[in-house]
Protein backbone atom coordinates (compact mmCIF):
# COMPACT_ATOMS: atom_id res chain seq x y z
CA UNK A 1 0.00 0.00 0.00
CA UNK A 2 3.01 2.38 0.78
CA UNK A 3 4.41 1.75 -2.99
CA UNK A 4 0.52 2.74 -4.26
CA UNK A 5 1.21 6.27 -1.87
CA UNK A 6 4.21 6.56 -3.27
CA UNK A 7 3.26 5.61 -7.23
CA UNK A 8 0.51 8.46 -6.45
CA UNK A 9 2.77 11.14 -5.09
CA UNK A 10 5.17 10.41 -7.95
CA UNK A 11 2.29 10.33 -10.55
CA UNK A 12 0.81 14.16 -9.17
CA UNK A 13 4.16 16.13 -9.30
CA UNK A 14 4.38 14.50 -13.20
CA UNK A 15 1.17 16.11 -13.38
CA UNK A 16 2.10 19.26 -12.10
CA UNK A 17 5.98 19.57 -12.96
CA UNK A 18 5.74 18.74 -16.36
CA UNK A 19 4.44 20.54 -19.39
CA UNK A 20 3.85 18.45 -21.88
CA UNK A 21 0.43 17.03 -22.03
CA UNK A 22 1.51 13.58 -23.09
CA UNK A 23 3.63 13.47 -19.68
CA UNK A 24 0.74 14.73 -17.73
CA UNK A 25 -1.60 12.30 -19.37
CA UNK A 26 1.06 9.58 -18.31
CA UNK A 27 0.74 11.03 -14.48
CA UNK A 28 -2.71 10.74 -14.20
CA UNK A 29 -2.46 7.15 -14.92
CA UNK A 30 0.62 6.80 -12.88
CA UNK A 31 -1.79 8.44 -10.61
CA UNK A 32 -4.62 5.55 -10.87
CA UNK A 33 -2.35 2.76 -10.69
CA UNK A 34 -1.16 3.83 -7.09
CA UNK A 35 -4.83 4.89 -6.18
CA UNK A 36 -5.73 1.24 -6.82
CA UNK A 37 -2.53 -0.21 -5.59
CA UNK A 38 -3.54 1.52 -2.24
CA UNK A 39 -7.54 -0.05 -2.69
CA UNK A 40 -6.18 -3.44 -4.09
CA UNK A 41 -3.64 -3.99 -0.95
CA UNK A 42 -6.31 -2.92 1.78
CA UNK A 43 -8.67 -5.48 0.37
CA UNK A 44 -5.80 -8.30 0.49
CA UNK A 45 -4.42 -7.83 3.91
CA UNK A 46 -4.88 -11.09 5.64
CA UNK A 47 -2.24 -13.49 4.07
CA UNK A 48 -3.54 -16.90 3.36
CA UNK A 49 -7.50 -15.53 3.27
CA UNK A 50 -9.23 -14.89 -0.04
CA UNK A 51 -8.71 -10.78 -1.36
CA UNK A 52 -11.88 -8.85 -1.10
CA UNK A 53 -13.82 -8.83 -4.73
CA UNK A 54 -15.58 -5.75 -3.88
CA UNK A 55 -12.19 -3.58 -4.49
CA UNK A 56 -11.41 -5.53 -6.95
CA UNK A 57 -14.25 -5.13 -9.24
CA UNK A 58 -14.22 -1.62 -7.88
CA UNK A 59 -10.57 -1.55 -9.47
CA UNK A 60 -11.50 -2.97 -12.68
CA UNK A 61 -14.08 -0.69 -13.47
CA UNK A 62 -11.74 2.11 -12.43
CA UNK A 63 -8.79 0.42 -15.02
CA UNK A 64 -11.49 1.33 -17.86
CA UNK A 65 -12.45 4.45 -16.86
CA UNK A 66 -8.75 5.08 -16.90
CA UNK A 67 -8.47 3.67 -20.31
CA UNK A 68 -11.46 5.68 -21.30
CA UNK A 69 -10.19 9.22 -19.90
CA UNK A 70 -6.77 8.70 -21.37
CA UNK A 71 -8.01 8.07 -24.66
CA UNK A 72 -10.58 11.28 -24.32
CA UNK A 73 -7.16 13.08 -23.16
CA UNK A 74 -4.96 12.07 -26.02
CA UNK A 75 -7.69 13.48 -28.37
CA UNK A 76 -7.46 16.67 -27.20
CA UNK A 77 -4.15 16.50 -27.18
CA UNK A 78 -4.29 15.71 -30.78
CA UNK A 79 -6.67 18.03 -30.89
CA UNK A 80 -4.51 21.06 -29.58
CA UNK A 81 -1.86 20.21 -31.32
CA UNK A 82 -3.76 20.40 -34.82
CA UNK A 83 -5.63 23.76 -33.49
CA UNK A 84 -2.24 25.42 -31.66
CA UNK A 85 0.83 23.66 -32.91
CA UNK A 86 2.02 22.94 -29.35
CA UNK A 87 1.57 20.06 -27.45
CA UNK A 88 1.76 22.42 -23.72
CA UNK A 89 -0.72 24.28 -22.17
CA UNK A 90 -1.04 28.31 -23.38
CA UNK A 91 1.18 30.12 -20.03
CA UNK A 92 2.72 27.01 -18.48
CA UNK A 93 5.27 27.03 -21.62
CA UNK A 94 5.87 30.32 -23.15
CA UNK A 95 8.61 29.34 -25.79
CA UNK A 96 7.09 29.83 -29.28
CA UNK A 97 6.96 26.69 -31.63
CA UNK A 98 8.96 27.11 -34.61
CA UNK A 99 6.49 28.70 -37.42
CA UNK A 100 8.26 26.54 -40.35
CA UNK A 101 7.30 23.20 -39.41
CA UNK A 102 4.50 23.54 -36.41
CA UNK A 103 1.57 23.48 -38.69
CA UNK A 104 2.24 20.82 -41.21
CA UNK A 105 -0.46 18.72 -42.70
CA UNK A 106 -0.86 15.15 -42.98
CA UNK B 1 4.94 -16.24 3.11
CA UNK B 2 8.89 -17.61 2.28
CA UNK B 3 11.52 -15.39 2.40
CA UNK B 4 11.51 -16.12 -2.01
CA UNK B 5 8.03 -14.55 -2.17
CA UNK B 6 8.54 -11.77 0.51
CA UNK B 7 12.08 -10.86 -1.32
CA UNK B 8 10.03 -10.90 -4.86
CA UNK B 9 7.28 -8.66 -3.40
CA UNK B 10 9.51 -5.81 -1.91
CA UNK B 11 11.73 -5.92 -5.30
CA UNK B 12 8.51 -5.72 -7.79
CA UNK B 13 7.46 -3.23 -5.46
CA UNK B 14 10.90 -0.66 -5.96
CA UNK B 15 10.48 -1.31 -9.29
CA UNK B 16 7.65 -0.19 -9.92
CA UNK B 17 8.35 2.92 -8.04
CA UNK B 18 11.79 2.80 -10.02
CA UNK B 19 9.66 2.82 -13.45
CA UNK B 20 7.20 5.70 -12.42
CA UNK B 21 10.36 8.22 -11.52
CA UNK B 22 12.06 6.98 -14.31
CA UNK B 23 9.44 7.63 -17.12
CA UNK B 24 7.86 10.78 -15.48
CA UNK B 25 11.58 12.39 -15.67
CA UNK B 26 12.51 11.18 -18.88
CA UNK B 27 12.89 13.75 -21.33
CA UNK B 28 12.72 11.36 -24.37
CA UNK B 29 8.68 10.99 -24.31
CA UNK B 30 9.33 7.56 -26.75
CA UNK B 31 10.65 6.40 -23.90
CA UNK B 32 8.56 7.10 -21.52
CA UNK B 33 5.73 5.99 -23.70
CA UNK B 34 7.68 2.80 -23.21
CA UNK B 35 8.82 3.00 -19.69
CA UNK B 36 4.52 3.09 -19.07
CA UNK B 37 4.51 -0.16 -21.19
CA UNK B 38 6.74 -1.86 -18.88
CA UNK B 39 5.14 -0.15 -16.20
CA UNK B 40 1.53 -1.47 -16.89
CA UNK B 41 3.34 -5.26 -17.40
CA UNK B 42 4.85 -5.00 -13.97
CA UNK B 43 1.44 -3.44 -12.57
CA UNK B 44 -0.81 -6.77 -13.95
CA UNK B 45 2.36 -8.71 -12.13
CA UNK B 46 1.71 -7.12 -8.66
CA UNK B 47 -2.20 -7.90 -9.34
CA UNK B 48 -1.14 -11.32 -9.91
CA UNK B 49 0.52 -11.39 -6.57
CA UNK B 50 -2.14 -9.65 -4.68
CA UNK B 51 -4.48 -12.70 -6.06
CA UNK B 52 -6.16 -10.71 -7.84
CA UNK B 53 -6.06 -12.66 -11.51
CA UNK B 54 -9.15 -10.66 -12.86
CA UNK B 55 -7.50 -7.73 -12.16
CA UNK B 56 -4.09 -8.87 -13.86
CA UNK B 57 -5.71 -9.86 -17.00
CA UNK B 58 -7.36 -6.44 -17.38
CA UNK B 59 -4.41 -4.68 -16.59
CA UNK B 60 -2.43 -6.36 -19.15
CA UNK B 61 -4.70 -6.03 -21.64
CA UNK B 62 -5.95 -2.40 -20.96
CA UNK B 63 -3.77 -0.63 -18.83
CA UNK B 64 -0.15 -1.71 -20.35
CA UNK B 65 -1.57 -2.56 -24.25
CA UNK B 66 -4.74 -0.40 -25.40
CA UNK B 67 -2.99 2.65 -23.39
CA UNK B 68 0.33 1.99 -24.71
CA UNK B 69 -1.06 1.99 -28.31
CA UNK B 70 -3.17 4.92 -27.77
CA UNK B 71 -0.03 6.67 -26.32
CA UNK B 72 2.07 5.58 -29.65
CA UNK B 73 -0.75 6.62 -31.54
CA UNK B 74 -0.57 10.18 -29.93
CA UNK B 75 3.10 10.42 -30.36
CA UNK B 76 3.58 9.52 -33.98
CA UNK B 77 0.71 12.12 -34.93
CA UNK B 78 1.38 15.09 -32.59
CA UNK B 79 5.71 14.47 -32.57
CA UNK B 80 6.77 14.93 -35.98
CA UNK B 81 7.59 18.66 -35.84
CA UNK B 82 11.05 20.21 -34.69
CA UNK B 83 9.37 21.21 -31.90
CA UNK B 84 8.62 18.10 -30.30
CA UNK B 85 10.14 15.49 -31.49
CA UNK B 86 10.04 12.99 -28.72
CA UNK B 87 10.98 15.66 -26.31
CA UNK B 88 9.62 16.20 -23.58
CA UNK B 89 12.37 19.34 -22.04
CA UNK B 90 9.41 21.87 -21.75
CA UNK B 91 9.00 21.77 -17.63
CA UNK B 92 6.22 23.76 -16.19
CA UNK B 93 7.85 27.87 -15.54
CA UNK B 94 8.00 28.48 -11.99
CA UNK B 95 9.63 30.56 -9.78
CA UNK B 96 11.11 29.20 -6.40
CA UNK B 97 8.42 29.97 -4.60
CA UNK B 98 6.41 28.26 -6.82
CA UNK B 99 8.59 25.25 -7.14
CA UNK B 100 8.66 25.11 -2.90
CA UNK B 101 4.46 25.19 -3.33
CA UNK B 102 4.24 22.42 -5.67
CA UNK B 103 7.31 20.42 -4.07
CA UNK B 104 5.43 20.68 0.17
CA UNK B 105 2.20 20.23 -1.65
CA UNK B 106 3.02 16.89 -3.37
CA UNK B 107 4.85 15.96 -0.12
CA UNK B 108 2.28 16.88 1.86
CA UNK B 109 -0.68 15.02 0.21
CA UNK B 110 2.17 12.05 0.37
CA UNK B 111 2.20 12.61 3.68
CA UNK B 112 -1.37 12.27 4.51
CA UNK B 113 -1.90 9.63 2.28
CA UNK B 114 0.71 7.72 4.13
CA UNK B 115 -1.05 8.43 7.66
CA UNK B 116 -4.30 7.01 6.59
CA UNK B 117 -2.83 3.96 5.22
CA UNK B 118 -0.80 3.22 8.23
CA UNK B 119 -3.51 4.17 10.50
CA UNK B 120 -6.38 1.33 8.73
CA UNK B 121 -7.63 -1.19 11.09
CA UNK B 122 -5.47 -4.47 11.07
CA UNK B 123 -7.91 -7.04 10.88
CA UNK B 124 -10.35 -5.39 8.75
CA UNK B 125 -11.62 -8.14 6.33
CA UNK B 126 -14.02 -5.37 4.29
CA UNK B 127 -16.99 -6.77 2.38
CA UNK B 128 -15.83 -10.51 1.66
CA UNK B 129 -17.46 -12.65 4.17
CA UNK B 130 -20.79 -10.81 2.89
CA UNK B 131 -20.04 -11.57 -0.25
CA UNK B 132 -19.20 -14.82 0.66
CA UNK B 133 -22.87 -15.73 2.39
CA UNK B 134 -24.62 -14.81 -0.91
CA UNK B 135 -22.32 -15.97 -3.39
CA UNK B 136 -24.97 -19.09 -4.13
CA UNK B 137 -27.64 -16.64 -5.15
CA UNK B 138 -25.38 -14.57 -7.06
CA UNK B 139 -25.22 -16.40 -10.76
CA UNK B 140 -21.53 -16.55 -11.15
CA UNK B 141 -18.95 -18.46 -9.01
CA UNK B 142 -16.41 -15.97 -9.40
CA UNK B 143 -16.59 -13.52 -6.78
CA UNK B 144 -15.32 -10.40 -8.95
CA UNK B 145 -18.14 -11.16 -11.41
CA UNK B 146 -21.02 -11.54 -9.16
CA UNK B 147 -20.13 -8.22 -7.64
CA UNK B 148 -19.70 -6.61 -11.11
CA UNK B 149 -23.05 -8.29 -12.76
CA UNK B 150 -24.74 -8.56 -9.53
CA UNK B 151 -24.00 -7.43 -6.63
CA UNK B 152 -22.84 -3.68 -7.78
CA UNK B 153 -24.28 -4.01 -11.09
CA UNK B 154 -25.21 -0.28 -11.08
CA UNK B 155 -21.53 0.60 -11.03
CA UNK B 156 -21.00 -1.81 -14.26
CA UNK B 157 -23.83 -0.19 -16.09
CA UNK B 158 -22.74 3.55 -15.76
CA UNK B 159 -19.01 2.15 -16.67
CA UNK B 160 -20.73 1.12 -19.73
CA UNK B 161 -22.46 4.75 -19.97
CA UNK B 162 -18.69 6.31 -19.45
CA UNK B 163 -17.29 4.24 -22.18
CA UNK B 164 -19.91 5.76 -24.78
CA UNK B 165 -19.53 8.82 -23.06
CA UNK B 166 -15.71 9.05 -23.73
CA UNK B 167 -16.41 7.73 -27.69
CA UNK B 168 -18.94 10.82 -27.67
CA UNK B 169 -16.85 12.97 -26.39
CA UNK B 170 -13.43 11.97 -28.87
CA UNK B 171 -15.96 12.27 -31.82
CA UNK B 172 -16.86 15.62 -31.04
CA UNK B 173 -13.77 16.88 -31.21
CA UNK B 174 -13.67 15.88 -34.53
CA UNK B 175 -10.24 14.57 -35.29
CA UNK B 176 -8.63 13.20 -38.41
CA UNK B 177 -8.95 9.06 -38.72
CA UNK B 178 -6.06 7.83 -37.50
CA UNK B 179 -6.00 5.75 -40.90
CA UNK B 180 -5.50 9.71 -42.72
CA UNK B 181 -1.72 9.55 -40.92
CA UNK B 182 0.46 8.53 -43.41
CA UNK B 183 3.03 6.39 -41.49
CA UNK B 184 1.20 5.93 -38.35
CA UNK B 185 -0.65 2.80 -39.71
CA UNK B 186 -0.95 0.67 -43.08
CA UNK B 187 1.91 -1.29 -41.99
CA UNK B 188 1.06 -4.22 -44.35
CA UNK B 189 3.45 -6.75 -45.77
CA UNK B 190 4.75 -8.76 -42.58
CA UNK B 191 2.43 -7.34 -40.60
CA UNK B 192 -0.66 -8.01 -42.84
CA UNK B 193 0.84 -11.93 -42.66
CA UNK B 194 0.85 -11.95 -38.74
CA UNK B 195 -2.55 -10.45 -38.31
CA UNK B 196 -3.79 -12.96 -40.47
CA UNK B 197 -2.68 -15.48 -37.77
CA UNK B 198 -3.38 -13.20 -34.74
CA UNK B 199 -6.91 -11.64 -35.27
CA UNK B 200 -8.40 -15.18 -35.24
CA UNK B 201 -6.12 -16.46 -31.86
CA UNK B 202 -7.45 -12.61 -30.72
CA UNK B 203 -11.14 -13.60 -31.09
CA UNK B 204 -10.80 -17.18 -29.88
CA UNK B 205 -8.93 -15.85 -26.94
CA UNK B 206 -11.70 -13.36 -25.76
CA UNK B 207 -14.27 -15.79 -27.01
CA UNK B 208 -12.73 -18.25 -24.06
CA UNK B 209 -12.72 -14.99 -21.61
CA UNK B 210 -16.22 -14.47 -21.63
CA UNK B 211 -17.21 -17.79 -21.65
CA UNK B 212 -14.90 -18.70 -18.63
CA UNK B 213 -15.74 -14.96 -16.86
CA UNK B 214 -18.39 -16.52 -14.57
CA UNK B 215 -16.38 -19.10 -13.03
CA UNK B 216 -12.88 -18.35 -13.65
CA UNK B 217 -10.98 -15.67 -13.71
CA UNK B 218 -11.88 -13.01 -16.88
CA UNK B 219 -15.44 -11.70 -18.09
CA UNK B 220 -16.55 -9.04 -20.45
CA UNK B 221 -13.95 -6.49 -20.08
CA UNK B 222 -10.94 -8.77 -20.45
CA UNK B 223 -12.52 -10.52 -23.33
CA UNK B 224 -13.56 -7.00 -25.04
CA UNK B 225 -10.18 -6.23 -24.91
CA UNK B 226 -8.80 -8.61 -26.61
CA UNK B 227 -11.62 -8.56 -29.76
CA UNK B 228 -10.96 -4.70 -29.51
CA UNK B 229 -7.28 -4.96 -29.93
CA UNK B 230 -8.05 -7.85 -33.15
CA UNK B 231 -10.05 -4.68 -34.32
CA UNK B 232 -6.84 -2.39 -34.07
CA UNK B 233 -4.48 -4.84 -35.65
CA UNK B 234 -7.42 -5.45 -38.84
CA UNK B 235 -7.20 -1.67 -39.05
CA UNK B 236 -3.65 -1.59 -39.04
CA UNK B 237 -2.86 -4.27 -41.23
CA UNK B 238 -4.90 -2.97 -43.89
CA UNK B 239 -6.95 -5.62 -43.72
CA UNK B 240 -10.29 -4.07 -42.81
CA UNK B 241 -10.49 -0.45 -44.26
CA UNK B 242 -13.43 1.77 -42.47
CA UNK B 243 -15.90 3.72 -45.13
CA UNK B 244 -19.33 5.47 -44.68
CA UNK B 245 -20.89 2.43 -44.78
CA UNK B 246 -19.78 1.13 -41.50
CA UNK B 247 -20.77 3.83 -39.28
CA UNK B 248 -24.88 2.96 -38.58
CA UNK B 249 -23.52 -0.75 -37.32
CA UNK B 250 -20.77 0.45 -35.58
CA UNK B 251 -23.25 2.80 -33.69
CA UNK B 252 -25.35 -0.36 -32.86
CA UNK B 253 -22.94 -2.30 -31.80
CA UNK B 254 -21.91 0.22 -29.21
CA UNK B 255 -25.39 1.11 -27.88
CA UNK B 256 -25.94 -2.88 -27.92
CA UNK B 257 -24.27 -3.65 -24.63
CA UNK B 258 -26.06 -0.98 -22.72
CA UNK B 259 -29.14 -1.34 -24.20
CA UNK B 260 -28.87 -5.64 -23.06
CA UNK B 261 -28.35 -4.20 -19.86
CA UNK B 262 -30.51 -1.85 -19.40
CA UNK B 263 -33.58 -4.15 -20.46
CA UNK B 264 -32.29 -7.00 -18.57
CA UNK B 265 -32.47 -4.22 -15.83
CA UNK B 266 -35.88 -3.77 -16.19
CA UNK B 267 -36.99 -7.04 -16.86
CA UNK B 268 -36.29 -7.40 -13.05
CA UNK B 269 -38.79 -4.56 -12.19
CA UNK B 270 -41.48 -7.19 -12.80
CA UNK B 271 -40.18 -9.40 -9.89
CA UNK B 272 -39.14 -6.45 -7.86
CA UNK B 273 -36.47 -3.58 -8.27
CA UNK B 274 -34.27 -2.53 -11.47
CA UNK B 275 -31.17 -4.77 -11.75
CA UNK B 276 -33.05 -7.12 -9.64
CA UNK B 277 -32.65 -10.81 -11.74
CA UNK B 278 -35.42 -13.43 -11.79
CA UNK B 279 -34.75 -15.71 -9.47
CA UNK B 280 -33.41 -19.39 -10.92
CA UNK B 281 -32.39 -17.39 -14.24
CA UNK B 282 -29.86 -15.19 -12.64
CA UNK B 283 -26.94 -17.37 -14.56
CA UNK B 284 -28.28 -17.23 -18.03
CA UNK B 285 -28.85 -13.40 -17.50
CA UNK B 286 -25.11 -12.68 -16.30
CA UNK B 287 -24.04 -14.74 -19.67
CA UNK B 288 -26.45 -12.96 -21.61
CA UNK B 289 -25.36 -8.79 -20.57
CA UNK B 290 -21.86 -10.17 -20.59
CA UNK B 291 -21.62 -11.45 -24.51
CA UNK B 292 -23.35 -7.98 -25.40
CA UNK B 293 -21.18 -6.06 -23.14
CA UNK B 294 -18.49 -7.65 -24.92
CA UNK B 295 -19.34 -7.08 -28.30
CA UNK B 296 -19.77 -3.25 -27.52
CA UNK B 297 -16.70 -3.09 -25.19
CA UNK B 298 -14.54 -4.20 -28.55
CA UNK B 299 -16.44 -2.10 -31.15
CA UNK B 300 -16.29 0.74 -28.41
CA UNK B 301 -12.46 0.32 -27.76
CA UNK B 302 -11.40 -0.29 -31.42
CA UNK B 303 -13.68 2.93 -32.48
CA UNK B 304 -11.57 5.31 -30.07
CA UNK B 305 -8.15 4.28 -31.13
CA UNK B 306 -10.01 5.27 -34.60
CA UNK B 307 -10.51 8.16 -32.89
CA UNK B 308 -13.06 9.66 -35.91
CA UNK B 309 -16.14 8.76 -37.03
CA UNK B 310 -16.17 6.91 -40.03
CA UNK B 311 -18.27 8.92 -41.74
CA UNK B 312 -16.26 12.40 -40.68
CA UNK B 313 -14.00 12.02 -44.02
CA UNK B 314 -13.82 16.18 -43.20
CA UNK B 315 -11.79 17.25 -40.35
CA UNK B 316 -13.63 20.46 -38.15
CA UNK B 317 -12.01 23.32 -39.57
CA UNK B 318 -8.98 24.55 -37.38
CA UNK B 319 -8.87 28.16 -36.11
CA UNK B 320 -5.73 29.86 -36.05
CA UNK B 321 -4.18 27.42 -39.00
CA UNK B 322 -3.83 31.15 -41.07
CA UNK B 323 -1.56 33.28 -38.88
CA UNK B 324 0.74 30.32 -38.46
CA UNK B 325 1.45 29.17 -42.06
CA UNK B 326 3.67 32.05 -43.50
Given at each position: ?24 V ?6 A ?10 G ?20 V ?27 E ?14 | ?25 S ?7 V ?10 L ?6 S ?17 L?LI ?11 T?D????V ?5 G?W?R ?5 G ?42 F???D ?31 M?GM ?16 IY ?5 T ?7 Q ?5 G ?35 A ?16 Q ?7 VE ?17 A ?15 E??
Amino acid sequence: MLVGVALFSLGLHGLLAKAHLLHKVLGLNVMASGTFMVFIGAGARVPGVAPDPVPQAMVLTGIVVAVCTAAYALALTRRIRDVTGRTTLPGEHDTPPPPHRAARDY
Amino acid sequence: MSIVAAVFDAVLGLMLIWLAWRLLRSDDLFKAVVLFIVFGLMVALAWARLGSPDLALAEAAIGAGLTGVLLLITLATTGHSAYATFDARPRVRLGWAGRWTRGLLVAGVAAILATAVWSMAEDFRGLAPAVDQRIAEAGAANPVTAVLLNFRSWDTLLEIGVLLLALTATWALGGRPVSAFPGAVRMGGMFTVLARFLVPLLVLTGIYLVWAGTNQPGGAFQAGTLIGAAGIVLLLSGLLAPHRGHAFPLRVLQVFGLLVFLSAGLAGLFGGHFLEYPAGQVGAFILGVELALTVSIAVTLGALFFAAEPHAARPLPVQGRQQEAP
